[in-house]
């Protein structure tokens, strides 16, 4: 009986090998299903495609705009080219609006939007984003002869914003009496300014601070209306390879100090709040 025994248990023992090769054999392969996760990342079409499609609104300068030759240029295209370049395929910069920024990506028009994109948990529940790349908070920018110092002077007065954009809402949680005039671009809204059809537009501090130094009679009043807003990039929901891979773009790039001096090339001076909030 002993010999029995022992060879039961020895089959036991061989058969229990067996299965755990087995699975072992499953945890390493790749299933269908995986594979096709990892083959319809954004990062293997970029690769395979061999361009780049940055969605970047090319009406805010100087994160984006049309230089004289009527290329896309700006702080956010040069970080555009910057990622081509890791990535070594082209760029192609697709003009954006704030209001097409996320059908863009859902409809993969784009792989990827810049365009001062404020993270937020709305936009969150149908696009993912990235960690941050620039800190703004927000101000009014209004003519000098305006006598406007601040939001407090705005009662009964329009403020010009642009659609698709947070800052209506933010303008509305601050309790005061204005109206409110959405306009397609933001050239459109700091032109109401110029035309006298609004007192005042609201918008990122580093956006206002460079149209005021354009424009002499133009002015940015000295004041954060709203918590600081971190802004990143914005990719199609659910591409977590994509996200990593960008992540890591933006991390070397902060650990490099290249993003803080294409900042400064564009802003004239270093960036003002960090990009993680200091506790």
């Not at 149209?211 to 002015?219: I, S």
């Amino acid at each position: 009986m002993k010999p029995a025994t022992r060879g039961a248990k020895a089959a036991y023992l061989f058969a229990l090998a067996g299965l755990l090769a087995a699975a072992g054999c499953t945890k390493v392969s790749s299933s269908p299903e995986q594979g096709a996760t990892t083959s319809s990342s954004t990062l293997q079409a970029v690769l395979q495609r061999g361009t780049l499609r940055v969605g970047d609104c090319l009406t805010f300068a100087p994160f984006g705009f049309y230089d004289k030759d009527g290329q896309p240029d700006g702080y956010d295209v040069d970080l555009a080219k910057e990622l081509a370049k890791e990535m070594g395929v082209k760029l192609e910069v697709v003009n954006t609006t704030s209001a097409n920024r996320i059908p863009n990506l859902q409809t993969a028009k784009v792989d990827v939007v810049f365009c001062n994109f404020t993270r937020n948990l709305e936009r969150a529940k149908v696009i993912d984003f990235t960690t941050p790349y620039v800190v703004a908070s927000e101000a009014l920018l209004v003519k000098k002869s305006s006598g406007i110092q601040s939001v407090k002077d705005m009662a009964n007065r329009t403020i010009a914003t642009v659609k698709g954009s947070t800052n209506g809402d933010e303008v509305r949680s601050l309790g005061i009496p204005v109206k409110i005039q959405e306009y397609d671009s933001s050239q459109a809204a700091i032109l109401a300014v110029k035309q006298g059809q609004a007192d005042a537009m609201i918008e990122d501090n580093n956006f206002l601070a460079y149209q005021a130094k354009l424009d002499p009679d133009l002015v940015v009043t000295n004041e954060a209306l709203v918590p600081l807003e971190y802004n990143a990039f914005g990719v199609k929901a659910g591409d977590q390879q994509w996200l990593n891979y960008l992540n890591l773009f933006l991390f070397n790039i902060n650990a490099s100090k290249l993003n803080a001096q294409l900042y400064k090339k564009w802003f004239g001076a270093d960036p003002r709040y960090a990009l993680n909030p200091q506790l």
